[in-house]
């Protein structure tokens, strides 16, 4: 057992505390409180960490470390159809290097500051790379298929990989559909029933209303989204035009349900999200990478107005310059000024840890959760820790508790 003392904590479930002390063991949270008043007894020994703030390692609910060979290979583009066909063709040339850049972006989220990832994995070949790191996981094999052969047999084979272990650390394996615009409705349908019927608490992933592109191809097949699957050879002439926006999509298909996590969702309108939010979705915001892609810039503050669970994730690095949530944070303070700080850092920790339902281990400081907790260094002056953690923290300033001496 081990007691550690800190200018501050910031539990998440709670207001940040001043003087704080904190007790853990063997790898959980004993205690939180203020050091002033909490004077229980322990066995170990107490360190002062000084001027830091401890809170939660982070939950980056969105990645594709499947994609980090292509850092600084796609240049930003006006379009997101444009962005796309770019990294279709640059990911053809990675090969072996696929592999030594995912275990370098898994020691960059470390560095970031990040204990829990959402991953997309289009071949699954972050799994093993993630169950040997430190950092713990969900790995959403993401399905693709616009004119699938056969959307059952597609569909039983990649449910037929899901490990949702009950196991506290290590790595979870889901599904994600791709978007709507790339996988066939009876594919997503074949998903749903596979998932109903064999794992039905597994959490989901679907790439949503990104692009105004996308909201023209639902609205009548037409566009860039078309022309780029037609070049690809994947167009299927007998679709039928949804002839309805992404979320009455989403319904149609089955997959309008509190388990799946919506990402992106720059193109969504209020009524949209108003509808999300009341079936208890997550939204997963990405804004570097939506500039980068020529998606537009996410409305954060209608997102939060409308009572929908907001997360955050930096995508790829085929799309953002570095994986630290915290630069994140410190763009969706600028593009929503007037949102509580606790919001946005909410969207941080626990609301990723509820959308990949791992809440019971990640997201706050509690006590009987995961001892997985940072300790980022503060200037003396500093008294609205809060805001002060959504102005950019550097990996300089973080410490792992498991790495303080």
């Given at each position: 057992?081990?007691?550690?003392?800190?200018?501050?904590?910031?539990?998440?479930?709670?207001?940040?505390?001043?003087?704080?002390?904190?007790?853990?063991?063997?790898?959980?949270?004993?205690?939180?409180?203020?050091?002033?008043?909490?004077?229980g007894?322990?066995?170990g020994?107490?360190?002062d960490?000084?001027?830091v703030?401890?809170?939660?390692?982070?939950?980056?609910?969105?990645?594709?470390?499947?994609?980090?060979?292509?850092?600084?290979?796609?240049a930003?583009?006006?379009?997101?159809?444009?962005?796309?066909?770019?990294?279709?063709?640059?990911?053809?040339?990675?090969?072996?290097?696929?592999?030594m850049?995912?275990?370098?972006?898994?020691?960059?989220?470390?560095?970031?500051?990040?204990?829990?990832?959402?991953?997309?994995?289009?071949?699954?070949?972050?799994?093993?790379?993630?169950?040997?790191?430190?950092?713990?996981?969900?790995?959403?094999?993401?399905?693709?298929?616009?004119n699938?052969?056969?959307?059952?047999?597609?569909?039983?084979?990649?449910?037929?990989?899901i490990?949702?272990?009950?196991?506290?650390?290590?790595?979870?394996?889901s599904?994600?559909?791709?978007?709507?615009?790339?996988?066939?409705?009876?594919?997503?349908?074949?998903?749903?029933?596979?998932?109903s019927?064999?794992?039905?608490?597994?959490?989901?992933?679907?790439?949503?209303?990104?692009?105004?592109?996308e909201?023209?191809?639902?609205?009548?097949?037409?566009?860039?989204?078309?022309?780029?699957?037609?070049?690809?050879?994947?167009?299927?002439?007998s679709?039928?035009?949804?002839a309805?926006?992404?979320v009455?999509?989403?319904?149609?298909?089955?997959?309008?349900?509190?388990?799946?996590?919506?990402?992106?969702?720059?193109?969504?309108?209020?009524?949209?999200?108003?509808?999300?939010?009341?079936?208890?979705?997550?939204?997963?915001?990405?804004?570097?990478?939506?500039?980068?892609?020529?998606?537009?810039?996410?409305?954060?503050?209608?997102?939060?107005?409308?009572g929908?669970?907001?997360?955050?994730?930096?995508?790829?690095?085929a799309?953002?310059?570095?994986?630290?949530?915290?630069?994140?944070?410190?763009?969706?303070?600028?593009?929503?000024?007037?949102?509580?700080?606790a919001?946005?850092l909410?969207s941080?920790?626990?609301?990723?840890?509820?959308?990949?339902?791992?809440?019971?281990?990640?997201?706050?400081?509690?006590?009987?959760?995961?001892?997985?907790?940072?300790?980022?260094?503060?200037?003396?002056?500093?008294?609205?820790?809060?805001?002060?953690?959504?102005?950019?923290?550097?990996?300089?300033?973080?410490?792992?508790?498991?790495?303080?001496?």
């Amino acid at each position: 057992m081990r007691r550690y003392r800190a200018a501050w904590a910031l539990p998440i479930a709670g207001p940040p505390i001043r003087n704080a002390s904190l007790t853990l063991d063997q790898g959980r949270i004993v205690s939180i409180g203020s050091a002033s008043l909490d004077a229980g007894a322990t066995n170990g020994t107490e360190l002062d960490l000084g001027s830091v703030v401890v809170l939660p390692g982070l939950v980056n609910a969105h990645t594709h470390l499947e994609l980090s060979a292509l850092r600084d290979r796609i240049a930003p583009a006006a379009a997101m159809p444009e962005w796309v066909d770019s990294l279709l063709t640059a990911r053809r040339d990675i090969g072996a290097e696929t592999c030594m850049a995912i275990d370098a972006a898994i020691v960059e989220l470390r560095c970031h500051g990040t204990a829990l990832v959402g991953d997309i994995s289009n071949t699954l070949a972050t799994v093993e790379p993630l169950q040997r790191a430190s950092l713990s996981a969900v790995v959403f094999h993401e399905i693709l298929g616009f004119n699938p052969p056969d959307p059952d047999a597609q569909a039983r084979s990649a449910v037929e990989a899901i490990n949702l272990s009950s196991d506290d650390a290590g790595v979870r394996v889901s599904v994600a559909a791709h978007a709507p615009y790339s996988v066939a409705p009876a594919l997503f349908e074949a998903l749903r029933r596979e998932l109903s019927t064999r794992y039905p608490e597994a959490p989901l992933v679907v790439h949503l209303a990104e692009s105004s592109e996308e909201l023209a191809f639902l609205a009548d097949g037409s566009g860039p989204w078309r022309q780029l699957l037609e070049r690809l050879g994947v167009w299927n002439p007998s679709w039928q035009v949804p002839a309805c926006g992404p979320v009455e999509f989403l319904e149609q298909v089955g997959w309008l349900d509190p388990l799946v996590i919506v990402v992106h969702g720059v193109q969504l309108t209020a009524g949209d999200l108003a509808k999300l939010a009341r079936r208890g979705m997550t939204l997963v915001t990405c804004p570097r990478s939506n500039a980068l892609t020529g998606a537009g810039t996410p409305p954060v503050q209608r997102f939060l107005e409308s009572g929908i669970r907001l997360a955050v994730g930096t995508d790829s690095l085929a799309s953002a310059p570095n994986l630290s949530l915290f630069a994140e944070l410190a763009r969706l303070r600028k593009l929503a000024p007037d949102v509580p700080a606790a919001s946005l850092l909410a969207s941080a920790t626990i609301e990723g840890a509820r959308a990949l339902r791992w809440d019971d281990a990640f997201g706050t400081i509690e006590p009987g959760k995961r001892a997985d907790l940072i300790a980022v260094t503060l200037p003396e002056a500093v008294y609205d820790v809060e805001e002060y953690l959504l102005g950019g923290i550097e990996p300089s300033q973080i410490t792992w508790l498991d790495d303080a001496v």
